[in-house]
């Protein structure tokens, strides 16, 4: 009686540790950045991966297609990450076995993104990433983020943790909504590119994906060519009296 007493409580101790999820984020992506332009939706991140303050991986990939008619990107606890993705391959699974000829869009995969992360978050056990979902579906582009705690919105442009405050302010200056496919890499690229100099948890190795109304296209990583020799950046206490 006392050892299936004692295998009781272990196993039951067992599937509780079995149902934990991630408490605090250990491994980390930075931003995500996703803009419209004339034929679809570009979305962009490097592949850093961060071990607390050290940038231990160089090839995550945080940009995955979902379905036939969107594109997802992650900042943030990547095993948190890769539960989402599984949550969303259940979804578009149970979708396809109705087999009535439609398929969920970009809209509805945003929609059922931010009742998550809102659920998540009213149990206390929220899901650490900040999301960026975009997509065409009949002609229509569709692009929108979803933070951690459930906010989001649609923009024609948007970006995740840093890129909000570095990446954003070039987006409004330049975005145009008749950008053409090149227009629009090359002012992603000048945004990665001040991301890389101003953010620590930023590599060299980004991945630019696009989907438009004929499917989704995941480019090869490629690294930019930067230029360090800024005064900023040889002397950056320069003129900050009392600094280190």
Not at 207 to 236: C, D, H, M, R
């Amino acid at each position: 009686m006392m050892e299936s007493a004692i295998v009781s409580c272990h196993d039951s101790t067992i599937q509780e540790i079995g149902i934990e999820r991630t408490l605090y984020p250990y491994v980390t992506g930075t931003s995500v950045l996703g803009m419209k332009y004339k034929d679809g939706v570009l979305l962009a991140a490097d592949l850093g991966g961060s071990y607390g303050s050290t940038l231990r991986y160089k090839s995550v990939e945080r940009i995955k297609p979902i379905g036939k008619h969107s594109l997802l990107g992650a900042s943030g606890e990547i095993s948190d990450f890769q539960e989402i993705l599984r949550y969303l391959d259940e979804l578009i699974l149970y979708d396809n076995m109705w087999d009535d000829g439609n398929s969920l869009g970009p809209k509805e995969v945003h929609n059922y993104l931010n009742r998550l992360m809102y659920n998540r978050r009213n149990k206390f056990n929220p899901l650490w990433n900040s999301l960026v979902l975009g997509g065409v579906k009949n002609g229509q582009k569709y692009l929108g983020m979803v933070g951690m705690i459930g906010t989001h919105f649609e923009d024609n442009h948007v970006a995740t943790g840093f890129g909000n405050h570095l990446a954003r302010p070039i987006l409004r200056d330049e975005w145009r909504e008749d950008m053409s496919f090149e227009e629009a890499v090359k002012l992603l690229e000048k945004c990665l590119r001040v991301l890389l100099y101003r953010d620590r948890s930023s590599i060299n190795k980004f991945q630019i994906a696009k989907i438009t109304e004929e499917g989704v296209t995941i480019f090869p990583p490629y690294s930019l060519k930067t230029f360090w020799a800024f005064s900023a950046f040889k002397n950056p206490t320069k003129g900050a009296e009392g600094s280190w």
